[in-house]
Structure formats: structure tokens, C-alpha cells
């Protein structure tokens, strides 16, 4: 309904009702929460973001909750609707350069696999010399809360510090694993278990963590780009919550909604003073209507003015607030 944010979609989400409702019940982006966007404090990192949004719009699935493949799922269509747009901006670093690439993705590029495994837990198994028993890691699939602990623990400058790979990668890892089952011992403590992996060589942990951020269900990584350095062909990671939990994706900041940001909040103003809307509820409008209401004030305003032989009218004699000028 055109002015109205409050009405709920259910829409079927890629986790397919492995730990919560299948469906999620969500409403279109209001003015209001789409502020976020601009927030630094709402909006530090991605997952951040993800779930300042959510907490707004959805209604029946705590946003802490979702798992990483069903956020990312849920953004591209709430961020699609409510701006109008067909694609979004990502930025990927080559495997080989280390190059920094912003590429336009479209959204129906973007395949999407639904849950078939009702599997709560997840297993790896380590390998490697040294090991006299099997190890196995016993995980559960990546959410935003895991995101907002290992964002905690890392910095954005560690990233790039080869002293701290290990210290970040575990402090990845550490959130998803439920415990690590050595023969027919299961270690569960969480000291114990960091233990056990601090005690392991890098590459093993990297081995880890190559699995873990992986979802068997969600939007999957089947496009790839060309490097504008080195021309090497890397494939997209739409699931990185490491990058996610620390940074602020370029899949928000390169669209057109920052350069409009203060235009949308004046015409808000605009609304309250000449008696059309009051703030509150211009607030409350969604976001993928806002154009349209805008554009018809001007059309409406344009013709008043065609119509006026006096010479124009200004936007508060169009509205009454003041009588028109002889």
C-alpha cells in the first residue's frame, strides 16, 4: 500500500527452515531505518549494518540470529526494491595482485541453492603429519552474532599484518566451533579448544578456515572477474563474514543513495512545513516510494505553475501558507 511500511512479507529463506521459520516475515525499508546506511555507528561493518536493518524490518527471526546466507539473501532484495536498481558495487581483492577491484554485480547474475541438509552441526576433519588420532572440528554454519564477536577481537589493521594471521583466524573460527572430537573424546571447554588449535601449524588452522565461512546453502559464488592489474581470474566471495564482521562493504557505500541522502531528508522537512506530511510519517515511508511521491509534488507544482498566467507560483503559495503575489 503506497505510503504504508507497515505491511509484512513472508519470504522463503535459502536456510529452508533449518533453525528458525522457514519464511522470514519482512517489511519494505522505511525512510527511517534506511538513515542507517549513512551511520557510522549503526553501520561500522557490514554485519553491523545487516543487523541495525533487520532489527527494523524483520519481524519474526531475531537479526543476531540469521545465518550469514540468509542476511546476505534478505539484503539483496530489500536493498534491490528500495532503491530500484538492478545491480550493487562490490569490492574483491585478486588472490594473486592483491589488487582492490570494484565490480558491478547484476542481481539476477546471483544463483541461489535452498537448504536440503537438516544436519544442525557441521564436521571437519583435520589432516595432516604429526596428527595420531582423528581430529574433528564440529561446527555450526556462520551467523551474524559470530560475526559480532570475531569483529570484536580484530582490527582492520591486523588484517594486514602477517604477525597476527593465526591470532585472527582463531579468533574467526573460535564462535562457530561447538566442540572438537578427538576419537571418542570431545573436547568442550573453550579454552581447551583453543588450546588444541593454537597447538596446531598455520596451515592446518588456514585448512579450517577455508571451511568454515563456507554455507552449503545461499547465494553462491558461481561468477567470477577478471583483475584490472593482473587480469587473473577470481571468483566472487559473496560469503566472506570475516571481511564483513570488520569492514564496511563497498556493496552500500557506491550507490547513489549517499549523494541523495540530504536532498531525501529535506524534502522531508519540505513535507512537515507546508502541511503534507508530518516528519514522523515521511519517516515512515518506503523508501522505494519516496521517488515516486516526490515526482508527483514537482509534476503537481509544475503544472500549477504552467496553469498561472500571474507568472509561477512558489511552493508556499502552491500550498496555501502564503497568498499569491500581484
Known sequence: MLGNSSFYRSILLPSNGLEYSQFAQIKKLPVGAAAALEDTFLAGSQTELFASIFSCILKNIPAEELFWADAFYLWTLVFSEAFKINNFTMLQSCDKCGKNNSIKVPFEKISVLFNTNKEKFLKYHISGEGLQKNIFVVYERRKLKHNFISGLETTGAELNNSKHTKEIILAFIKPQIKFIQIGKEKILKADEIVDLLDNLKLKQIKDIFKVLPKSDFGAQENLSFSCTECEKI???????????????????????????????????????????????????????EVQTIMQVAKETLERANGSNKGGGLTPEEFFGIAPPVE
Open 234 to 288: 577470481n571468483r566472487f566471495e559473496f560469503n566472506n563474514p570475516l571481511v564483513s564482521a570488520i569492514y564496511n562493504s563497498e556493496f552500500v557505500n557506491e550507490q547513489e543513495y549517499f549523494k541523495n541522502f540530504k536532498t531525501l531528508l529535506e524534502t522531508g522537512f519540505y513535507f512537515n512545513k507546508f502541511g503534507l506530511m508530518k516528519f514522523d510519517s515521511f519517516l515512515e515511508l518506503p523508501m522505494s
